[in-house]
């Protein structure tokens, strides 16, 4: 934690990582993180059924995965979901802007880095979130499907981690899709390693689709999430006492 490092945690949450404190100071930090929740809940309260979109932040427009995850994001907004991402650059503004430009719906859920990551300007709602621990359960929360697209450790963190409340049953089984099979052919291969060693189910292995197809993913979340969840659109009103905005 004393490295100099762009993406390194700020003062409270490194110090909150560090074991016991007094209990005011936790109680504190506990306070700020329950305000952190109400205030997103507020914020979110009003968008309509997401698939979220997992991708790396370090691929240029110029890029393959760029252009591929905007071909994802239209045909998600197409179906008529709305699309939440990170809410940064790179993949997550591939996947906002395939929306935006299609007359789709763009979430964008961003963290806040000691070097400020900014949201992307395909956003027609963002929220800034403090804590990486609020923002993974956002991007779960409002969520009936998830696309992995091309990333590093923190799209495995999430992908991985979702797998897991759908797997021990904390979440219902909403689809997964691993986008790009070449650059996830390892990651692939290691999975039915573990399910060939018993370490995970052999079931496991239907808990996601890997694929290179715009139109398999489409047809993939229609059965799986669509039709399964019965999903229409949400309608809540605006309560002034709130101070809510839709």
Not at 57 to 80: I, Q
Not at 177 to 190: A, M, R, S
């Amino acid at each position: 934690m004393e490295k100099d490092h762009k993406y390194r945690l700020k003062a409270d949450e490194s110090s909150f990582l560090k074991g016991p404190h007094s209990r005011l100071k936790e109680f504190y930090f506990a306070i700020k993180v329950f305000f952190s929740f109400i205030h997103a809940f507020r914020k979110m309260h009003f968008i309509g059924p997401c698939v979220t979109v997992f991708g790396s932040a370090r691929f240029e427009k110029n890029s393959l995965y760029y252009k591929k995850t905007e071909e994802v994001g239209a045909a998600l907004a197409k179906m008529g979901f709305a699309v939440m991402t990170g809410g940064g650059p790179g993949l997550m503004e591939a996947a906002n802007k395939g929306a935006y430009e299609s007359g789709g719906y763009s979430v964008g859920c961003n963290i806040v880095l000691p070097k400020e990551q900014f949201p992307n300007p395909y956003l027609h709602k963002w929220i800034n979130i403090k804590y990486f621990f609020v923002r993974k359960f956002l991007l779960l929360k409002y969520s009936y499907g998830l696309v992995v697209m091309p990333g590093g450790m923190g799209t495995l963190d999430e992908f991985f981690e979702t797998l897991t409340l759908i797997q021990t049953n904390m979440i219902p089984d909403f689809p997964v899709v691993i986008f790009g099979k070449e650059y996830h052919q390892d990651l692939y291969e290691h999975i039915q390693k573990m399910a060939k060693e018993g370490s995970i189910d052999e079931e496991d292995l239907d808990l996601f689709l890997i694929t290179d197809s715009i139109e398999e993913m489409v047809e993939y979340l229609n059965e799986r999430s669509v039709k399964k969840f019965g999903l229409v659109k949400k309608e809540f009103k605006a309560n002034w006492l709130f101070g809510e905005k839709r």
